[in-house]
């Protein structure tokens, strides 16, 4: 599985962005999906993951209420809307796929990863 992660870029506190990530390849081998981001110098933190073969979604409580993880299983991408964001939400965006049925996915249980696109919040 392949995954193609676009949309980053930089925006003022407070402003919004949309994060896409197109998967290709043997997607019928996955089962959920997720978004991680790393900040310079901290380590690859969890945001967000959704169902892939069903419905349900799960956030880290830093993105509750302000981001939204959403899918088109048609088009094989998955999304992430993020508003009000906040300088603390500078990163490098990564998505993420799973083969394992567990749910939520722990962070370990990611096979497959894209490169990362950066979003830069200004204050």
């Known amino acids: 599985v392949q995954l193609q992660a676009s949309g980053g870029g930089l925006v003022q506190a407070g402003g919004s962005l949309r994060l896409s990530c197109v998967a290709s390849?043997?997607?019928?081998?996955?089962?959920?999906m997720g978004w991680f981001r790393q900040a310079p110098g901290k380590e690859r933190e969890f945001v967000a993951a959704?169902?892939?073969?069903?419905?349900?979604?799960y956030y880290h409580d830093s993105a509750k209420g302000r981001f939204t993880i959403s899918k088109d299983n048609v088009e094989s991408t998955v999304y992430l809307q993020m508003n009000s964001l906040e300088p603390g939400d500078t990163a490098l965006y990564y998505c993420?796929?799973?083969?394992?049925?567990?749910?939520?996915?722990?962070?370990?249980?990611?096979?497959?990863w894209g490169r990362g696109t950066l979003v830069t919040v200004s204050s």
């Open positions: 993420a796929a799973t083969s394992k049925r567990s749910w939520p996915p722990r962070p370990y249980e990611y096979d497959y």
């Open positions: 959704v169902v892939w073969r069903g419905s349900g979604t």
């Open positions: 390849g043997r997607t019928f081998s996955v089962y959920h």
